[in-house]
């Protein structure tokens, strides 16, 4: 007998001997007090209730010390702890967002959440006892799942991504973990799936990766994608021996439009260019926005040129019609550069770099063109960025110096003052003319800072010459449209007369006609806050842009500048010299002085002065020298 049992037997025996004692005794006792039946009767019956609950304390103490005894506490507990566990584990798999599925190891559905439901569109009863593969979307091959399995296998869980079907026969992505279930028999049981629908997740990289290939204004192959497609167009042309073209347009005059009318106004005319092209053109033609108002036109089957001409023209041809924003009609012109495969590149790259170098030369030609590369004008872009890399070097190493053309009195010849040009004295090819590199500085936004030295340079000029008496009224500096059209001019000015200590009286500055035109309005607070200064003021090529007389008339100017191109033809030319005659009246009615260029023989010199031109300047007066050259003592006389 096993010693709990006879322990338990102990126990019991004991409860016996003491329950026989207790009734006894206390049987005897209440028969020894009482002697009415009555009154033994009512305690005796008290009596079998203290022993009732006597005996229930006992048996209470006794069971606790046995289930301690045997551990049957420490279970107990256990099990409630376990079922507090169930009931929780039991909420989470009933309200987490990832769906769950459970099958036993024969592969049949035995539970689903909540979640799964949701998700997936089935209701609990329509999946239980059905296998997962209810499920397959077709997207995978067998081999997919072969290896999920061996996974399983071998590892006990698989991760990964998986396209499964939706009761409503969607597609959907998820990513979903498969675990392995053992008995405590280590066989497998059951095999829990948990799930995420992923499909919000795929459409945000859908549209992250539209938008890294793709204009977000427009919604237009950007440069990347234009590039790609640029390179297997080329990949296949290569392949069945036919030619491409690719075209890049550039909007002429665009800024003014930004400037003057808005980006809103901007942004919804590239809008507006962008559906025009896309309209212009059907299949085996992509049509791209490479930034800013640039946009590139790949014709995937062109060989000829002339061809590509025709498509640059369609182009041209289309852009003249207005555009209609907000009731307002703008027109809009373009230039165009062409280049082609594969006569002119053989890359991607390269093809680009020549229709780029085209589009330059349409716009050196005067706007609202198209060119087609040729090999010159790969020379005359590789000169420029030469020029442009050397520029920037002569700007550290001082290799740029100021030359100042004579201005005279053409009544008295006497020499009034000077316009600062400057010079490049390179130190390989000597003195490079500004022609050269002018035009190069303008495109790559040197000029700004060109402008800004020469500046400085002439006003310490200037006072090194009043220190010495010789008597100039002003000295000129141009002023690029660049350096005119940022709000700082002002600031800087300023700081330049400050350093150099001029008189700001004793300087001129010179702005060409289109720069004040570009955004009349600008131009005009900018001229005011110059004037504050004491600063003189000129406009330069007059004649040359297209001046509004009103406008003209409200700007804070002391000096007409007759543009050389007027002077050249006088005074047998009849238009030219119909040109000036108004050009001077004109000034002479607002107050102006009035100043000619380029005079380079005397008989222009006299009919200017005939017409009561004020100064004039010019090889007839002196070229452009340094500061030291020049003829102090040279006084011309017309008459």
Not at 143 to 166: D, P, V
Not at 174 to 181: L, P
Not at 410 to 437: D, N
Request: glycine share 6%; with cysteine; proline share 4%.
């Amino acid at each position: 007998m096993p010693d709990t049992y006879r322990d338990a037997l102990r126990a019991a025996l004991l409860y016996l001997v003491l329950a026989a004692v207790w009734l006894q005794g206390t049987g005897y006792l209440l028969n020894s007090f009482f002697d009415n039946s009555v009154q033994l009767a009512r305690w005796q019956l008290i009596n079998g209730y203290v022993f009732a609950a006597i005996s229930a304390g006992l048996i209470f103490l006794a069971r606790a010390r046995l289930y301690e005894f045997l551990g049957i506490g420490a279970r107990l507990r256990e099990r409630h702890a376990d079922r507090e566990r169930l009931r929780q584990a039991a909420a989470v798999f009933d309200c987490t967002r990832e769906g769950v599925l459970v099958t036993n190891h024969q592969g049949l559905i035995v539970h689903v959440n909540r979640a799964f439901i949701e998700i997936t569109g089935y209701l609990r009863e329509e999946v239980l006892g059905q296998q997962p593969s209810l499920f397959k979307s077709g997207h995978h091959p067998p081999g997919f799942y072969q290896a999920m399995f061996a996974t399983l296998q071998s590892q006990g869980e698989w991760s990964g991504e998986i396209w499964n079907r939706r009761k409503s026969g969607e597609i959907y992505p998820q990513w979903q973990t498969i675990r392995v279930i053992h008995d405590d028999q280590s066989r497998i049981s059951h095999y829990v799936a948990v799930f995420s629908d992923i499909s919000a997740i795929k459409h945000s990289e859908h549209e992250l990766q539209h938008l890294a290939h793709h204009d977000p204004l427009t919604d237009l192959p950007n440069r990347l994608l234009f590039s790609d497609r640029t390179e297997q167009a080329l990949t296949s042309a290569q392949a069945h021996k036919r030619g491409c073209a690719l075209l890049l347009l550039d909007l002429d005059h665009f800024k003014m439009i930004n400037d003057s009318l808005g980006h809103n106004v901007g942004d919804r005319l590239l809008k507006a260019v962008a559906i025009r092209l896309q309209e212009l053109f059907g299949p085996g033609v992509t049509v791209a926005r490479l930034g800013g108002d640039e946009f590139a036109v790949l014709a995937e089957s062109c060989p000829q040129p002339g061809q590509a001409a025709a498509f640059a023209q369609r182009i041209l041809d289309a852009l003249k019609e207005p555009v209609c924003i907000d009731g307002d009609e703008l027109f809009i012109n373009a230039s165009v550069g062409i280049s082609l495969f594969p006569s002119d590149a053989l890359s991607a790259d390269q093809l680009l770099r020549n229709a780029d170098a085209a589009l330059f030369k349409a716009k050196s030609s005067g706007r609202n063109g198209y060119a087609l590369y040729t090999e010159e004008l790969t020379a005359h872009a590789q000169q420029r960025v030469e020029i442009a890399f050397e520029l920037r070097r002569a700007l550290e190493q001082q290799e740029l110096r100021v030359y100042y053309q004579p201005v005279h009195e053409l009544k008295t010849g006497r020499l009034v003052g000077v316009e600062a040009l400057v010079r490049w004295q390179h130190p390989l090819r000597g003195l490079v003319s500004p022609a050269e590199f002018i035009p190069i500085a303008e495109r790559t936004g040197l000029i700004v800072e060109i402008d800004a030295w020469v500046m400085q340079q002439a006003c310490r000029q200037m006072c090194q010459w009043q220190q010495a008496a010789r008597g100039l009224s002003f000295v000129a500096v141009n002023v690029s449209s660049r350096l005119f059209a940022r709000r700082e001019l002002y600031q800087q000015v300023a700081q330049v007369l400050r350093e150099t200590g001029l008189d700001p009286a004793y300087l001129e500055l010179e702005v060409t006609e289109s720069a004040v035109m570009d955004d009349p309005e600008v131009a005009l607070e900018q001229m005011h806050r110059l004037r504050e200064l004491g600063v003189r003021l000129a406009i330069d090529d007059f004649g040359t842009g297209y001046s509004s007389l009103l406008r003209l008339k409200r700007l804070p100017v002391q000096k007409l500048k007759i543009d050389q191109g007027f002077v050249a033809g006088l005074p047998w030319d009849e238009d030219d010299a119909a040109i000036v005659r108004v050009i001077i009246a004109l000034a002479q009615s607002m107050g102006m002085q009035v100043h000619a260029e380029g005079i380079e023989q005397v008989e222009q010199a006299a009919f200017l002065l005939e017409q009561e031109c004020d100064l004039g300047q010019g090889y007839w007066f002196g070229r452009p020298v340094p500061a030291q050259e020049i003829d102090w003592a040279r006084k011309p006389m017309v008459g």
